[in-house]
């Protein structure tokens, strides 16, 4: 009983059977009634036609005689109806039975005035004196001295009546007719259950099928009809989301690897040079000029420099990812904080060899933002910048607001993005433009997503790159 549909069909059963048990009782019932009001209609001028027959039932003195000479008659013609007479009041004052065979004294005279009024709507059932409680059908007829002789037709009176009424071909459809719909009702039962459930269990054979590993969509119902077709649609909506999160934690992890290689590479190369200038110095000791040991010292410590902001930048980047990085925006006016950091950097530009031409702003350009954060990402914009323009060559930085929107453009001459890795380029560990870790653009790209905002990208190869840092302008 595990399944649903065969839950159902047993809960359409219990409900339909019990109604089909009703529907027989109530078909019994009214035959029974039918029976008695037939008995009663046959037999409804029974008392009167004894009154003629029998005149001794009206003398008294004659009574005891004439009910017995009556019961003995009636003993062989009609086992079944018995005679009492009665008074005024319904008391019993004779009978075809035997008195100590009675149990009540009296009767109700009110069915009594009813029959005789000819109130004989449905079977009018009088005090069986046999019984303490039993009820029959009976015939009446008023005395004239005074009293009633009251017929009653027991069970066996209408034993007869019943017999034929038992023959009826048209009840006997109507029983046969009531089976069939008992049971017409209990294959219904079934066979609407099966169909409620044909599509439950589809869907459960889909969940079965289903992997998460595997290319392609759930297919969702076309047409919404009922809950059905809407747990389908939210399974296919849930198997969608699950195969995107499987999709994105395999990307994820294949950045992870990328970027590790990428790191590891990185790690090494100013590892491998930091220990060889402090062999040198520890083996060659005072054999070095103090020209040399400044020169292999300065190299050690920038080696070591380089060594710092990588690691910065790795913990920068897992905290923006995880979203432990304490954002605190704050008003900021974005034209002052970029030439801020375009004044910083400037020395660092001219000693590659690179010109850094920040165009006038046309405004304060106020954003919400952390500032902290947002000079973090316009760093490593120009830094990207500086690393990819040859000597020579300049970076062009412009200001401007457009649509509710304050962009921040960095135009470098460099070597310029392949159009198939510019979908990757905010991927960290991506460094095909020249090497490094690749995590400067992806730590700018997290830091505008943070503020509400993105960075943008537009290179074509030999002709530079141009990166503009997209933010919600505030009001």
Do not use: C
């Given at each position: 009983m595990r399944s649903l549909a065969a839950?159902?069909?047993?809960?359409?059963?219990?409900?339909?059977?019990?109604?089909?048990?009703?529907?027989?009782?109530?078909?019994?019932?009214?035959?029974?009634?039918?029976?008695?009001?037939?008995?009663?209609?046959?037999?409804?001028?029974?008392?009167?036609n004894l009154l003629h027959l029998k005149p001794g039932l009206?003398?008294?003195?004659?009574?005891?005689?004439?009910?017995?000479?009556?019961?003995?008659?009636?003993?062989?013609?009609?086992?079944?109806?018995?005679?009492?007479?009665?008074?005024?009041?319904?008391?019993?004052?004779?009978?075809?039975?035997?008195?100590e065979a009675l149990v009540r004294k009296s009767v109700n005279a009110e069915p009594l005035e009813r029959f005789v009024r000819g109130d004989l709507r449905g079977p009018l059932l009088g005090d069986d004196p046999k019984r303490p409680r039993g009820r029959q059908v009976f015939s009446a007829a008023p005395v004239p001295g005074g009293g009633?002789?009251?017929?009653?037709?027991?069970?066996?009176?209408?034993?007869?009546?019943?017999?034929?009424?038992?023959?009826?071909?048209?009840?006997?459809?109507?029983?046969?007719?009531?089976?069939?719909?008992?049971?017409?009702?209990?294959?219904?039962?079934?066979?609407?259950?099966?169909?409620?459930?044909?599509?439950?269990?589809?869907?459960?054979?889909?969940?079965?099928?289903?992997?998460?590993?595997?290319?392609?969509?759930l297919?969702?119902?076309?047409?919404?009809?009922?809950?059905?077709?809407?747990?389908h649609g939210r399974f296919a909506e849930l198997a969608g989301r699950v195969r995107d999160l499987i999709a994105a934690e395999r990307a994820a992890d294949r950045h992870r690897r990328e970027l590790v290689a990428g790191v590891s590479h990185d790690l090494r190369t100013p590892l491998a040079v930091l220990s060889g200038y402090l062999e040198t110095l520890e083996h060659a000791g005072d054999g070095l000029s103090a020209e040399e040991r400044t020169r292999y010292l300065a190299a050690a410590r920038a080696q070591a420099e380089r060594l710092a902001r990588m690691t910065e930048d790795l913990f920068t980047l897992a905290r923006l990812e995880s979203g432990a990085w304490p954002f605190e925006p704050e008003p900021l006016a974005l034209a002052e904080l970029v030439q801020d950091v375009a004044l910083e950097w400037k020395p660092r530009f001219e000693a590659a060899g690179v010109k850094l031409e920040p165009a006038p702003p046309p405004g304060p350009l106020p954003v919400q933002g952390d500032a902290g954060l947002l000079e973090r990402a316009l760093v490593n914009l120009l830094a990207n910048a500086l690393a990819h323009t040859p000597a020579g060559g300049r970076v062009r930085i412009t200001l401007e607001a457009a649509n509710g929107e304050a962009r921040v453009s960095v135009e470098d001459q460099g070597p310029g993005i392949d159009a198939?890795?510019?979908?990757?380029?905010?991927?960290?560990?991506?460094?095909?433009?020249?090497?490094?870790?690749?995590?400067?653009?992806?730590?700018?790209?997290?830091?505008?997503?943070l503020h509400g905002g993105r960075v943008e990208v537009e290179s074509e190869r030999g002709r530079g790159s141009r990166f503009v840092l997209v933010l919600p302008e505030a009001s």
């Open positions: 839950r159902l069909a047993l809960a359409f059963s219990l409900l339909v059977l019990p109604l089909g048990a009703l529907f027989v009782w109530g078909a019994l019932d009214a035959a029974r009634r039918y029976h008695q009001e037939i008995a009663q209609h046959q037999y409804q001028g029974l008392a009167e009206m003398v008294a003195g004659e009574q005891a005689g004439a009910l017995d000479a009556l019961a003995a008659e009636l003993a062989m013609t009609n086992p079944g109806v018995e005679v009492y007479l009665l008074d005024e009041r319904g008391r019993i004052v004779g009978a075809s039975p035997p008195m009633w002789v009251y017929v009653l037709l027991s069970d066996r009176a209408l034993d007869s009546v019943a017999a034929a009424v038992a023959g009826s071909t048209v009840l006997r459809l109507a029983l046969w007719a009531g089976l069939g719909l008992v049971l017409l009702a209990a294959l219904l039962a079934g066979g609407t259950a099966f169909w409620l459930t044909r599509r439950l269990t589809a869907l459960e054979a889909a969940m079965e099928r289903f992997d998460p590993a595997s290319e392609g969509a297919a969702a119902p076309q047409r919404v009809r009922d809950e059905v077709d809407r747990l198939a890795d510019l979908a990757r380029v905010f991927d960290r560990g991506f460094s095909k433009q020249g090497g490094g870790a690749g995590l400067g653009l992806a730590i700018a790209q997290q830091a505008a997503r």
